[in-house]
C-alpha cells in the first residue's frame, strides 16, 4: 500500500511538471519579479525533494546493504560462474568468456 | 587580467587537491582504489562530487545563454525534470549498482551486463557505442577551458594556451589522484560554483538596482515579453525533454561513481539534495540569462540581440550559411561572463569566474571513467590483467589518461566546436535510450544478451541517422519546421530550427520508446541466462535473510 502510493506521487509529481495551464503568461510574479515558470518549477524542485526524503524514508531498498561477509560470499559466488576461478578470484570479476557472444 | 590570475590561483589550488589525494593514496596502488577510490567515498564528498559530475560547463554558461535566447522556459525544460529524474534514478538504479559492485567486485556497467547476461563480445559492443558517444564530452570540456580563460582574462590568454592549461592541470590530478583526487576536486568546484549562483545574484541584482524594473521593461517590449512565458515552445516538444534526464544513470561516469560509496547510506543524502542543488545552480543561471535581454548597452549584448532579430525578421530569406553566420552571433554562453564585468568588482569577478571554470572543468570524470572502462573492459578482460598483473593494469589506466587528453586537445585545436556541442547532444539522446539496458539487466529476470544488443544497435545506428539528417537537411529559420516526410497528413519527420522532430517529439522520445521495444520483443524470442546467474541477481527473501 505504501509502496503503491510512493509510486502514484512520484507518477502525479511527473504529470505535474507538464504544467500547461501556465504556458502563455508570466503572471504572477513572485516577489514581483519571477515568472511563473520559473517560480513553479523552482516550488516542483523543492516538491521532488520532498518526495526523494518520503522515498528514502519509507521505501528505502535496505535488502541490498548486504554485511562484508556476505558481500565477499557474493564475489566467491561470482568468481565461481567464472572458468578461470584463480583470476576471478584475484580481480574479483565474475566473467567467463569462453563459449559466450 | 586580474580575474584570470584568481582563475590561475584556483587551478593551483586543485592541482594540489589531486596530488594531495595521491599522496593519501600511494600506499594502496590496486586498481579498486585507482578507478574506484577504494570504494571508500563518504557521504558528503559523494553527493557533491556525484552533483558535480553530472554537471558540466552548460550547467552555468550553456543555460544562461539558453535562457538569454529563449526565455524561462529553460529552467522548466532541463532542470526541474532532471531534479525529479536524476535522484528516482540514482535511488532506484545507483543503489543496485553499487550493491551488486560491492557483492561481485564489478567496476564498470559492462563488466555487470556481461555477467548478468552470460556475454562478452556484446559487452564490447555495448563498450564501443558508450566510448563514442563520451569521447564528444570530453572534447567540448577541453574546449571550454580554452575559450572560458580567454573570455575571463578579456582575450590576453590565448585559445590554444588557455585549452592546454586545463586540459593539463585537469590531466595531471585524474593521473595521480584517480578517482580519488578527481572525487575530492569535484566536491571543491561543486561548492564553489553553488556559491556562485547566489552571489552572482546578490551581486548583479544590486548592480541594476533589482530586477523588478528589469522584468517590467522586459514584459512592455514586445519583442522580449515572449521570453518570459513558454509560449514559444510546444508542449509536446516540452515533454520530450523529459526523456533527457534518463541519459545521466546511463552515462559510463555517473554509473561508475555509484560504485565508489562507502556504505549504501551515503546515498540518503545525494538523493534527497540533489533537487536542491539543481535549484540552487540552475535558477540563478536561468534567470539572469533572461535578464541579460535588458542589458543593451553592453555592446556584445546589443550585437547578440541584433543578431536573433534579424534571424526572426528575414530568416526565410536567408540562405543557409547566413543562418548559420546570424545563429553563431547570437551564442549566447558568454552573457554570464558579460554580466559580472559589467557589474562585479574585479576581485569578485575573478573568485565567480574561478566558479565558472570550476563547472567548465567538468571532463575529469569523463576522462578517469573512459580510462577505467578500457582497464577494466578491455585490458583486464582480454587477459591483459592476467598476464601482466594489477599494477600493469593501473599504469596503463594512466597512460590512456595522457592519451585521451593529448588527443582530445588536440582535436579541439582543429575542429569547430559547433560539432561537438552538435554530438553532445546526439549523446544525450543515445545514453537515454541506453538507459532502459540498465533497468532491464537489474529489474528484469527474463532479459536476455540478445535483447540488449538490439537495443545497443538500434541506438547508435539512431545517433548516426539523426545526425545525417540534420547534416543533409539544413536548419530553417525560425518558425515551421521542414517536413520531410509525411503520412496521411501527419508530419512524421521534420527538421526544426532547433534539431528534428519525429511526430513532433524530439528523437529521443523514439529512441528510447524504440529501445524498449526491442530489448522486450527480442528478449521474450530468445533464450536468457541460465538459472544460477538469474538466482545470483535476484535472490529470494529466504536467501537474503540466510545471507
Redo the contacts between chains.
Keep these: 500500500m505504501r509502496r503503491m502510493l510512493l509510486a502514484t506521487s512520484v507518477l502525479a509529481l511527473f504529470l505535474l511538471h507538464q504544467d500547461v495551464w501556465f504556458w502563455r503568461t508570466p503572471d504572477p510574479l513572485l516577489f514581483g519579479f519571477l515568472p511563473i515558470a520559473l517560480s513553479y518549477h523552482a516550488l516542483f524542485s523543492v516538491a521532488a525533494a520532498l518526495l526523494m526524503w518520503a522515498l528514502v524514508k519509507y521505501s528505502w531498498p535496505s535488502h541490498l546493504d548486504m554485511p562484508e561477509a556476505a558481500q565477499a560470499h557474493g564475489r566467491r559466488d561470482a568468481a565461481a560462474n567464472s572458468n578461470t576461478i584463480e583470476d576471478a578470484l584475484e580481480t574479483g570479476g565474475p566473467i567467463n568468456k569462453e563459449d559466450r557472444t | 587580467m586580474i580575474p584570470a590570475l584568481f582563475v590561475f590561483g584556483y587551478l593551483a589550488i586543485v592541482l594540489y587537491i589531486g596530488v594531495f589525494a595521491f599522496r593519501r593514496s600511494k600506499a594502496r596502488e590496486g586498481a579498486?582504489d585507482y578507478f574506484l577510490a577504494g570504494r571508500s567515498l563518504g557521504p558528503y564528498v559523494f553527493l557533491f562530487s556525484l552533483f558535480g559530475t553530472n554537471m558540466t560547463a552548460f550547467s552555468i554558461l550553456g543555460s544562461s545563454g539558453h535562457a538569454f535566447n529563449n526565455g524561462?522556459?529553460t529552467?522548466?525544460l532541463m532542470?526541474?525534470?532532471s531534479?525529479?529524474i536524476i535522484?528516482?534514478t540514482i535511488?532506484l538504479v545507483g543503489?543496485?549498482l553499487?550493491?551488486l559492485g560491492?557483492?561481485?567486485?564489478?567496476m564498470t556497467p559492462v563488466?555487470m551486463f556481461?555477467?548478468r547476461w552470460?556475454?562478452?563480445?556484446?559487452g564490447t559492443v555495448i563498450f564501443v557505442v558508450q566510448a563514442a558517444l563520451l569521447v564528444p564530452y570530453i572534447i567540448i570540456g577541453v574546449m571550454g577551458g580554452g575559450t572560458t580563460l580567454n573570455a575571463i582574462s578579456g582575450g590576453k590568454v590565448p585559445y590554444w594556451f588557455g585549452g592546454a592549461l586545463v586540459a593539463m592541470v585537469v590531466m595531471c590530478y585524474v593521473f595521480f589522484g584517480g578517482m580519488r583526487g578527481t572525487a575530492w576536486v569535484n566536491t571543491f568546484q561543486t561548492i564553489l560554483f553553488l556559491c556562485f549562483g547566489a552571489i552572482a545574484v546578490i551581486v548583479i541584482g544590486s548592480g541594476m538596482g533589482?530586477?523588478?524594473n528589469?522584468?517590467e521593461a522586459l514584459?512592455s517590449s514586445p519583442s522580449t515579453?515572449a521570453l518570459?512565458?513558454?509560449?514559444r515552445i510546444s508542449?509536446l516538444f516540452?515533454?520530450s525533454y523529459?526523456f533527457i534526464p534518463l541519459s545521466s544513470i546511463a552515462f559510463p561516469h555517473i554509473a561508475i561513481f555509484c560504485l565508489t560509496a562507502r556504505?549504501?547510506?551515503q546515498f540518503?543524502r545525494t538523493?534527497?539534495?540533489?533537487?536542491?542543488c539543481?535549484?540552487m545552480l540552475w535558477?540563478p543561471c536561468?534567470?539572469l540569462g533572461v535578464v541579460a535581454n535588458r542589458m543593451t548597452d553592453v555592446p556584445q549584448i546589443q550585437q547578440k540581440i541584433e543578431a536573433r532579430r534579424t534571424l526572426a525578421a528575414q530568416g526565410s530569406q536567408l540562405s543557409p550559411g547566413e543562418r548559420d553566420s546570424l545563429r553563431s552571433k547570437m551564442s549566447a554562453d558568454d552573457v554570464l561572463l558579460l554580466l559580472l564585468d559589467r557589474y562585479a568588482p574585479l576581485w569578485l569577478a575573478g573568485l565567480l569566474g574561478a566558479g565558472i571554470m570550476a563547472a567548465v572543468m567538468a571532463s575529469d570524470s569523463q576522462i578517469l571513467a573512459l580510462s577505467t572502462m578500457f582497464a577494466?573492459d578491455v585490458f583486464?578482460?582480454y587477459e591483459g590483467?592476467?598476464r601482466f598483473g594489477?599494477a600493469v593494469q593501473v599504469h596503463t589506466g594512466r597512460i590512456f589518461v595522457v592519451l585521451v587528453t593529448i588527443v582530445a586537445y588536440a582535436i579541439a585545436l582543429k575542429a569547430p566546436q559547433s560539432i561537438f556541442e552538435l554530438a553532445v547532444q546526439y549523446a544525450f539522446s543515445g545514453y537515454a535510450a541506453l538507459a532502459p539496458l540498465l533497468i532491464a539487466a537489474l529489474f528484469w529476470k527474463r532479459s536476455t544478451?540478445w535483447g540488449a544488443l538490439a537495443s545497443t544497435v538500434w541506438t547508435a545506428a539512431a545517433v548516426i541517422a539523426v545526425a545525417v539528417f540534420q547534416g543533409l537537411v539544413p536548419a530553417p529559420a525560425p518558425g515551421p519546421p521542414i517536413v520531410t516526410w509525411s503520412v496521411a497528413g501527419i508530419d512524421v519527420l521534420s527538421r526544426t530550427p532547433g534539431g528534428t522532430a519525429v511526430l513532433g517529439f524530439m528523437p529521443v522520445v523514439p529512441m528510447t520508446v524504440m529501445s524498449v521495444l526491442l530489448i522486450v520483443v527480442v528478449s521474450l524470442l530468445t533464450a536468457g541466462p541460465s538459472g544460477?546467474?538469474i538466482v545470483?541477481y535476484f535472490p529470494s527473501k529466504s536467501e537474503?535473510k540466510a545471507?
Design positions: 579498486e524561462v522556459v529552467y522548466g532542470a526541474s525534470c531534479a525529479l535522484p528516482l535511488f543503489t543496485r553499487w550493491a560491492k557483492r561481485f567486485g564489478f563488466q556481461r555477467d552470460e556475454c562478452s563480445h556484446i533589482g530586477f523588478k528589469a522584468i514584459r515579453a518570459l512565458s513558454r509560449e508542449p516540452f515533454f523529459s556504505k549504501m547510506e540518503k538523493v534527497v539534495f540533489y533537487p536542491i539543481i535549484l535558477l536561468c534567470f577494466e583486464a578482460f590483467k592476467a594489477e544478451k544460477s546467474t545470483r537474503i545471507a
